[in-house]
T-cell receptor, first 114, second 111 residues
Framework: GENVEQHPSTLSVQEGDSAVIKCTYS??????FPWYKQELGKRPQLIID?????GEKKDQRIAVTLNKTAKHFSLHITETQPEDSAVYFC?????????????FGTGTKLQVIP | NAGVTQTPKFQVLKTGQSMTLQCAQD?????MSWYRQDPGMGLRLIHY???????DQGEVPNGYNVSRSTTEDFPLRLLSAAPSQTSVYFC??????????FGSGTRLTVV
């Protein structure tokens, strides 16, 4: 089955710096890669996603890159702000013909220091 | 759209009691799932469903049952609560091949 490794498990950055979180997956059939942000005591929320036919996607200060050959994808947050502090989860999803398999990474706790 | 609605938000059970956590979505999503999240930990899949009448086990199914009689509803039943089931439970739904929408969670304590 699919295995998703997420690094680092914790990350502290100064406000205004960039943060990068990386996930590696094992199943080359995975074809959709969302990222979720979970603030303390809240539900996870989808912040950005990328499909296997795309190499990069941006949305304001966040971006995701995908390297299918190396089977890894990364979340990039630029100009970090204190409100970016949260736990971030990546996921690798295989879907075909109505069947779907979702595998989450173990999470990265990001702390943005003012 | 209300999204994914979970009830109750908080629950305290005694060991051995049973209960049902409710989950409903109004987005016509085919895929629904239940996760548990222990303090400081990630998301572990309990059960999932790819459509009405179809359910399957996830990573940690023991002690839990599910059913999916309609597209909208996906209740999770705890058969005989144990302290090890103390956790936050999230229901999530999606269109196949899309990202999840999560419910607000149920914080369960078993004493």
């Amino acid at each position: 089955g699919e295995n998703v490794e997420q690094h680092p498990s914790t990350l502290s950055v100064q406000e205004g710096d960039s943060a990068v979180i990386k996930c590696t997956y094992s199943d080359s059939a995975s074809n959709y890669f969302p990222w979720y942000k979970q603030e303390l005591g809240k539900r996870p929320q989808l912040i950005i996603d990328i499909r296997s036919n795309v190499g990069e996607k941006k949305d304001q200060r966040i971006a995701v890159t995908l390297n299918k050959t190396a089977k890894h994808f990364s979340l990039h947050i630029t100009e970090t702000q204190p409100e970016d502090s949260a736990v971030y989860f990546c996921a690798a999803i295989y879907n075909s013909g109505g069947y779907q398999k979702v595998t989450f990474g173990t999470g990265t706790k990001l702390q943005v220091i003012p | 759209n209300a999204g994914v609605t979970q009830t109750p938000k908080f629950q305290v059970l005694k060991t051995g009691q049973s209960m049902t956590l409710q989950c409903a979505q109004d987005m016509n999503h085919e895929y629904m799932s239940w996760y548990r999240q222990d303090p400081g930990m990630g998301l572990r899949l309990i059960h999932y469903s790819v459509g009405a009448g179809i359910t399957d086990q996830g990573e940690v199914p023991n002690g839990y049952n599910v059913s999916r009689s309609t597209t909208e509803d996906f209740p999770l039943r705890l058969l005989s609560a144990a302290p090890s089931q103390t956790s936050v439970y999230f229901c999530a739904s999606s269109k196949t091949g899309e990202g999840y929408t999560f419910g607000s969670g149920t914080r369960l304590t078993v004493v």
